[in-house]
């Protein structure tokens, strides 16, 4: 039997309890319809609509995750986050391949590159051209020094009176011009050590100028060569992936047709995993070796190259002694401690001419006024001086510095 009534709620709604072996309690909240009439349609009250909400919602995705149905949500997920990161990487990867091209390179052009671009090469062509300014310099010591000196001095206006005799009035303007001219006869051997040291600076500077110069070279050369030979190991490496990887098909091709047994598959399998690991390593190598390369060059490290020389080897065919020989005739390191050896010695000549005497001879022309009689007190003279002078105590500074020299070399 069912029982059925209606009362009314404080919400405003109407409220419909039927019992039927038990009790159920809904609200029934007024609608209208579109011809004016109002109805009552059940509705679960809020607490209710909640628990059975949520209890429903559980049961659905138990029912999605035994069945192994997927949310549509999540497919839409899965296949619009890999499209968005692609569409960002995508400027980003233009860019870096618009900023980084390929460039095709020479051995000829690696090396003018280097040369050009090399800093350390830059400053052994400066310290040749200070060598050079040097020795003008030292050389200079040997000429006649000459300058000349012009004066002007304004006195107070007087006169003499000359006893019998008029009054002389005094020129309160003084003038005086020299030349001195001065000539070093004999320097103790200060003048010629001091060539002799900048023509062994001058040398050791063009030396290691050569020394950095062919070292550049050579580092090039063999950055070039081993980019060379880092790539054919990454070729190789390639083809050793591409057999290895066909090695693996007909191993499990012939495990599954029953012919080999499965000991033959692991075993193509490790040996696929070794060839993949040696062509890594073999790409790092090409990028150790590129990266080296742009160093070398002054140029981005990210720069690709392709290098255009063939990798070839040559035999050398020149004898083993006759290259040694060559070496210590032409080698610049050889060069550049002779230089050295040479500055040394020269040092020891100079700091000795300090206790040696020196002998000088200097003159000078001077065109001026006394003072008396404006008119013709204008008037000329000249001089000799011979000079000698010899250094008799020095508190033993002549004998400190002949120590440290023999002591540099």
């Known amino acids: ?100 091209q390929s460039r095709q390179l020479s051995l000829v052009e690696a090396l003018r590159l280097g040369l050009e671009q090399n800093q350390q090469l830059r400053v052994a062509a400066f310290e040749v051209g200070v060598a050079r300014a040097q020795l003008a310099q030292a050389r200079a010591g040997t000429a006649i020094q000459g300058n000349v000196q012009a004066s002007y001095t304004r006195t107070e206006e007087t006169s003499v009176t000359i006893p019998g005799g008029p009054t002389l009035p005094l020129s309160p303007n003084l003038y005086d011009t020299r030349l001195l001219l001065q000539y070093p006869l004999y320097s103790g051997g200060r003048v010629e050590a001091q060539i002799a040291m900048a023509e062994a600076n001058l040398k050791g500077a063009v030396a290691t100028l050569g020394r950095i110069t062919q070292q550049l070279i050579f580092t090039i050369r063999q950055a070039y060569y081993q980019l060379l030979l880092a790539q054919a190991g990454l070729d190789s490496a390639n083809h050793s992936v591409t057999q290895a990887a066909e090695n693996l098909r007909v191993a499990r091709a012939r495990v599954a047709s029953g012919v080999s047994p499965k000991f033959d598959e692991v075993q193509a399998d490790v ?128 004998k400190d510095r002949i120590d440290e020299a023999r002591q540099r070399l």
């Not at 029934?28 to 949520?54: E, N």
């Open 271 to 398: 040996a696929l995993a070794t060839a993949r690991q040696a062509q890594v390593r073999a790409r790092n190598g090409v990028a150790q070796g590129m990266q080296a390369l742009n160093g070398l060059l002054n140029l981005p490290l990210e720069t690709p190259l392709t290098p255009t020389n063939p990798f070839v080897v040559t035999a050398v065919e020149t004898p083993l002694d006759r290259l040694i020989a060559r070496a210590l005739e032409t080698r610049p390191e050889l060069a550049e401690v002779l230089a050295r050896q040479a500055a040394a010695q020269a040092g020891i000549q100079l700091a000795e001419s300090g206790a040696r005497f020196n002998l000088s001879l200097s003159g000078v022309v001077s065109y001026g006024n006394t003072g008396f009689i404006p008119t013709t007190d204008l008037s000329s003279m000249w001089s000799m001086t011979l000079a000698a002078t010899l250094n008799v105590s020095d508190g033993g500074l002549t």
């Open 1 to 100: 039997m069912t029982t059925t009534r209606s009362f009314q709620r404080r919400c405003g709604c109407f409220c419909t309890e039927r019992c039927h072996g038990g009790v159920r309690r809904v609200c029934a909240p007024p609608v209208r319809w579109d011809d004016g009439t109002s109805s009552h349609m059940p509705r679960p009250s809020v607490c209710t609509t909640r628990s059975r909400a949520g209890s429903t919602i559980d049961a659905r995705k138990e029912r999605r995750r035994r069945t192994g149905v997927i949310d549509r949500s999540s497919v839409v997920a899965v296949i619009l986050v890999p499209a968005l990161l692609a569409a960002a990487a995508t400027p980003a990867v233009a860019q870096g391949a618009a900023q980084f």
